[in-house]
């Protein structure tokens, strides 16, 4: 049983199923969120609500963050009533985020500075994934940081892999995942679109290959939705994937990587913010392809 | 029990097992190879060897290619002493090379103008696969020819996906997954070149990926070649892999549809030529973003 | 003074203004276009006409061809009723279209087995150009088939400049020259859709190189058609700017050279074509790049 | 003539020759530079030497200011002895760099809230163009600070060209030029590669162009330096065109606008730059395209 006192920061489509995930193994947690009525709704589950990110954890303890972005992970923990100062000695930070290595890198000194640990642990799995506890978790950091991290971690997803000790690795891993989900998505976009365009149909297309050489969650869910056109609601907002590839960018920048790919989709992305897509789920890159090539289905559709 | 006379033309590395496994099956196969050699190898399994593609099928019988390229299969369908004269009324030629649309529909109009039919069946899957039954088949064609290839396409491969009467979509579907397969690679690529460079392991990075959301035949044996870079002996050859990306690049110009990722592939591809690496595996496309980033694990390996 | 006899075939937008430079200049020509009514315009200027390519050259005579692609070339020269036979010993064939190194080769080789001459020597220059004798000519093949044609292209152009004795050569300069244009146009619209999203003219960006930094007719020309979208009538269609995209791509293949920049190119015209653009100007590329930036303009133009 | 004093900031390459032809016109000039040894030479030709940026200026004067980055901008402006505060109520900051819409901005407005002018004036030209005075200068600004700008900004070049009152504007432009220039570049390169593939002389190849239809420096200069491979010394260090290639990319992201030719430039200096080629002249940039085409000149080269 973990007997530490746990505040959760970040109330998200993500967040809150792991949070709740939290309450409901037993756990005492407090969370946070910078709009509070996402926070009020955890309270039937058992928590308490902080109004402000250190109110929401005690010293020594654990503070788990699962926010939008760089800029809203410094703030709660950098800026005023952040969880920096008063997390303090023996205390520890599992940061899930989709961040910039440089950010975990730099949250890592400053923690260290401040006597506490930091464990980069960002996730990979949908807001369902996140509910039935079977996401995917990459973690880098301090062998301490594993160690007192591990039980919650394991409360929330289904395996933990492990990539060093380099707090900035794993947010690289989930950097380059979510590029490879993208890419794959371009890549069925591109294949449904000459498939379409030569009387084949994409939905049946997109069925062959999810049952044989492309076996797996991605292609399968994916190549569906993409068939379908199912662009809304979101699983995955398109605006947040365009965060995700500039990060991909910034990093290959720094590391001096060429990667055409990566500015494929990004160009992607973009046209598809010009046409305000920014909502739709991130598959709805494909819509560039489909107008590009005038597909007939298009006209249908709209 | 197949009681039909069977000619199989094509006995690279593909076509040798796929014959056998029709041989072990107790049918009766003629062999043509333009290659003598290369058939005599099969006459241990009991397959009689013809010295013409005409030679290998009798009249109203069944004629199985598995060719290397669009001009291959036009060689012993049209050029001398080709099958398509002989197989004459009541034939059936089952085509399960990957070559272009374009080459089944005229292909399929000759017969059918000489009263025999014409299936396209091309695979996917390895020599290994070929070897074990384990093809994956696409086909489209008439309902009679599909009804007559049924049994013979159950022995060689694990599954038959139909795509309609066209006789050129299942070349499609089968030029769309190649296409496919080789931007799956593109982004392994690029996604281990981004993690070298940030003290990431290759092979774990490919591990993590294969065990979890890409847990797929292609990412899990291609993640591992690439990052081995274990490009030799190939089990597809860079060199035929660049045939089916022009192969694509001509459907989708045809079709009038912009695929910008088969563009990228092309590039990869010509640029591995330029290189004299067409004997490589195909994964081995991989060198050219590794060349480009200057990562360290090339200058060790070179 | 220039005695021969001269056969021009193919009376386009580009044919007709030389043939009729050629008739004032005094020459003695015969025309041959192959629907006849563009021919008979020429009539009127002294032309006499032919019914079929052959009729239109004497033996041993001059054939000049300008001709939309190599297909409408090689039926000219190869086809019924063609140039080569009767041509014969003595005979001089200027080449003058945009075509592919390859046909050039195959042509020269063809021509110097019946005894006549072939000389590769494709223009800048839109039909004004034309018209106005400031063609540019570059030219390729045997010294002998140089010297005979150079007061022919005298009259046509403002100048001739040599690439060898490879028939095929010219015509890679020639590709490379479009190739070039259709870049730099690309460019013009990239960096005016970035200037007009910040709130500056696009006539006084276009304006502003084609003064200083880029003050060739290139950027001036182009800049200003771009900054005003004016595609109509066309200069040079989309379709045609597509066929010598093509060919790049082709002889490019060929050599093993990767020209990403050539395939973003082709990726434009492809979508433009896909939407029902091919006669429009070349430089209608640029409505992609605006259509994906979702330029205010585009929306106040349609 | 000019009576008022003026402070000139950042004396490399560029910021040294434009800062002596003030000296000899006669205007009173004081100096600053980071390496002062820099400054220093300057003192022969008449200048005072300062040892900070507010050293540099008088109260109400004029600060020019020629720096690599923004960074090297903000320190002189906005640092400890910075020239904002100094330059006060009826001081003007004329703004050369080459530095992001954002940084002219947000300056402008600093400047006004003390009382000063800024105009960003942004110019094209290599040193040899500064030396002699035929810079291309673009301004943007107030029309209060254009107008006691203008008779310095004639001194240092050969023409003005007005973008409005938004003092980002003549940013974007500066920006969109060195896109333009960089893509030439690339287009030529590609095109040299095509042409020398087929046995062509790239030299002949860039002449030709040169004369014809790219008869602009740009294509003059930098075709024969693509064709001669002379990347030493630099002319525009191949890193500050990687400076320049991100601001434009940042500015594309910021307005929306999908630049897929910027993200192609962008590629081939980060390869060039993980290749250790930063300190070569930017169209070195070639060497990627020639390697990838394994060129023969290559070959003999290295």
Known sequence: ?????????????????????????????????????????L????????????????EGGIAITMLAHDAALEAVTLGPDG????????????????????????????HAANGSLFLSAPVFGRPEAAAAKKLWICQSGSGEAKQRAEAILDILGQ????FGDDPG????????????????????????ALAEKNGIDRAALASFFGQTIFSCPIYQNYGRTLAERAYEPAGF??????????LVRDVAEAAMVAMPLADLLHARLLTSLAKKRGNLDWTAIELVTAEDAALRSMTAAN
């Open 159 to 162: 395996g933990i892999h492990d």
């Open 43 to 58: 309270s039937l589950d058992g928590a308490e609500i902080a109004d402000t990110p250190a109110g929401a954890i005690v």
């Open 169 to 192: 690795a794993a947010n690289v891993v989930k950097l380059s995942g979510n590029f490879m989900i993208l890419a794959a998505i371009e890549s069925m976009a591109e294949a449904q």
């Open 237 to 246: 907002k398109l605006a947040l994937g365009m965060k995700d590839v500039r």
């Open 83 to 110: 969880i920096l100062e008063k997390l303090g000695k023996g205390g520890l930070h599992i940061s899930m985020s989709t961040v910039s290595p440089e950010t975990s890198k730099k949250l890592a000194a400053l």
């Open 1 to 41: 049983m973990i007997a530490e006192k746990i505040g959760f920061l970040g109330l998200g489509s993500m967040g809150a199923p792991m949070a709740r995930n939290l309450l409901n193994s037993g756990l005492a947690v407090t969370v946070y969120n910078r709009t509070r009525t996402h926070a009020e709704t």
